[in-house]
């Protein structure tokens, strides 16, 4: 059973940092696409969220419609929208 | 094309309703440089764009733009949650009220539906990151 408290998950506070921080590399990067200390920095935080991707799914449910894991039940619609409370 | 990531891109969590809040918020949904229109100009000024790497921070940056539409929304479905009538109607926000309820509806703060007449694409690049100069700030 899925846990729904997903929201006050640190899990998912910890993804959220991770993927911040990659939306900001992914930014600089456009612009400067020459900087290997960025692409570095890049590559080491999609290591990251990989591993924080599937540790989510696995606890809370899919993260996208791709990530539906389970092979019996449905369970991208049912889990708690993020903006519940 | 995109795909929706089930997560908001900051968290949310407001504590206590609060109507006045709500009817000075729902601007940066709808209003001329709120959310909407940001994320419309970017996405759409792409196309003309002469440089492939500028094609890319506007791909990027309109579509954060809608990840912090929904961060938007989320703050006006907070902040309107049980809020009682009296709050309502002694608030800014009952005009707002009487047309949407608590519904996130994409207007100003003054009430004007979100339009795109307020966002320029010109299919020059100087013009168009002008635009997103004076509209954003978020191209520097």
């Not at chain 1, 960025?38 to 590559?43: P, S, T």
């Not at chain 2, 940056?61 to 002694?90: C, D, R, W």
Request: charged fraction near 20%; include cysteine.
């Amino acid at each position: 059973m899925m846990n729904m408290n997903c929201n006050n998950s640190s899990l998912l506070k910890r993804l959220q940092e991770v993927e911040f921080a990659l939306y900001e590399l992914t930014l600089y990067l456009d612009a400067y696409p020459e900087s290997k200390e960025a692409l570095m920095h890049y590559h080491s935080l999609l290591d990251a969220r990989r591993a924080l991707v599937a540790e989510y799914q696995a606890k809370h449910g899919p993260l996208t419609m791709y990530g539906n894991e389970s092979t019996t039940s449905w369970d991208w619609a049912s889990t708690p929208w993020p903006w519940e409370t | 094309m995109w795909i929706y990531e089930k997560k908001l891109q900051f968290p949310v969590k407001i504590k206590n309703p609060d109507a006045r809040a709500a009817s000075i918020i729902v601007s940066q949904l709808g209003g001329p440089d709120g959310e909407l229109a940001a994320s419309m100009r970017y996405l759409n000024q792409r196309f003309s764009m002469p440089d492939r790497k500028i094609v890319g921070i506007l791909t990027d940056v309109g579509t954060e733009e809608l990840a912090h539409l929904e961060m938007v929304g989320s703050i006006l479905t907070q902040l309107t949650k049980n809020l009682p009538v009296s709050e309502i109607e002694n608030s800014p926000f009952a005009q707002y009220f009487v047309d949407h309820t608590a519904g996130v509806y994409p207007a100003s703060a003054a009430g004007v539906p979100a339009d795109m007449k307020y966002i320029g694409v010109k299919g020059d690049v100087i013009a168009d990151l002008n635009e997103d100069l004076a509209a954003d700030g978020a191209m520097l």
